[in-house]
């Protein structure tokens, strides 16, 4: 399955809200050319840690605050970062 690209320039991030399982949330992203264009991207999955919940604090419960599980997380996902707008960025930037 290939994730479609949604790029900085052509999208903006509007908000986030709780999503069914198995996903924590969804981010609500808008094409910047047609507003009325809107996509959710899940992102998250429940049942499994995260270093910290920056979203909604629903799954705080779930917040390990563990500095060497981030940093292996971060080194295994580094590619993530690259992906604008993709359900691995989301969990990089507001979960790890």
């Known amino acids: 399955m290939v994730t479609p690209v949604y ?3 052509e999208w903006t991030l509007v908000d986030f809200e709780p999503a069914a399982y198995p996903h ?3 981010a609500i992203i808008r094409n910047n050319a047609a ?7 899940p992102f ?4 499994y840690d995260q270093y910290h919940d920056q ?10 605050l563990d500095p060497q599980r981030r940093a ?5 996902h580094a ?13 990089m930037r507001y979960l790890w």
């Open 24 to 26: 924590k949330y969804r």
């Open 44 to 47: 998250g999955r429940r049942g």
């Open 7 to 9: 790029s900085f320039d």
């Open 72 to 76: 292996a997380y971060r080194a295994r």
């Open 79 to 91: 590619r993530d970062r690259l992906d604008e707008f993709s359900p691995g960025y989301f969990s």
């Open 55 to 64: 979203v909604f604090g629903l799954f705080a419960n779930r917040d390990h």
């Open 35 to 41: 507003p009325d264009w809107v996509v959710r991207i």
